[in-house]
């Protein structure tokens, strides 16, 4: 059972043709599009001649269309594009930007007529950072902008990069993380105050204290004897 159907464009439709092309579609595509909204009808010999003129118009303003869109395509080419949105102090945003805010951005900023699926972004874009972004026309008329989000106030993050940047350089300057720096230094002094301690002198005051108690010893019971004896 074939699953397609011909048919006369009797409009133009986007995707599909311009008015007066016999295309081949979808049945359920011509069921439930084209023939209720009156865009395609049966093909036929005269229908096509009638619709010579429409065609001969619609290609001339596909033409015009064309030649604008390339001009749009040059002025687009490593356009940079600026965005504010409301953030956490992570650079988290509270909602991600989509097709259709950059479409507008781009409409307010002179680039008129991008729709919102000409606008391709490589995924969701949900923190303050640069995205590259594409936008296409079609196969040959295609270019990248650049998509800068930058947050509606300063941000706590800045100073995590910073001392991001402050580690990076500590490691290509010493060849070594400033924690293993200071490890290494510990580990020096250590090394070096060894022979200033007198650990020698421990085992001479131990000795000490034990002799002091040797003494002490006859004396407590000699004392205790004398307390009995009075008793």
Avoid at 43 to 64: C, T, W
Avoid at 105 to 130: H, N, W
Avoid at 221 to 229: C, F, H, I, M, T
Wanted: aromatic share 4%.
């Amino acid at each position: 059972m074939a699953k397609n159907v011909e048919l006369l464009l009797v409009e133009n439709v986007e995707n599909t043709g311009i008015v007066g092309d016999v295309v081949k579609v979808r049945k359920g595509f011509a069921r439930n599009y084209l023939l209720p909204r009156k865009l395609a009808t049966t093909p036929s010999a005269e229908l096509v001649k009638q619709l010579a003129g429409k065609r001969a118009d619609a290609e001339r303003m596909l033409a015009e269309q064309r030649k604008e869109r390339e001009a749009l395509i040059q002025r687009l080419a490593g356009f940079e594009l600026s965005m504010i949105r409301s953030c956490n102090d992570q650079g988290i945003l509270y909602g991600a930007v989509t097709q259709h805010e950059i479409a507008m951005a781009l409409d307010a900023a002179g680039f008129k007529g991008i729709k919102d699926r000409e606008v391709r972004i490589g995924g969701s874009i949900k923190r303050v950072d640069s995205y590259p972004i594409t936008v296409k026309f079609n196969s040959e008329l295609q270019t990248e902008i650049r998509l800068k989000i930058q947050a509606d106030r300063p941000l706590e993050i800045k100073k995590s990069d910073e001392l991001s940047a402050e580690f990076k350089a500590a490691v290509e300057a010493e060849g070594t993380t400033p924690s293993e720096k200071r490890q290494k230094d510990k580990s020096a002094r250590a090394d070096q105050g060894g022979e200033a301690k007198a650990p020698a002198a421990e085992p001479e005051a131990k000795e000490s204290k034990k002799a002091d108690k040797a003494e002490k010893a006859p004396k407590a019971e000699k004392a205790a004897k004398g307390d009995k004896a009075k008793k």
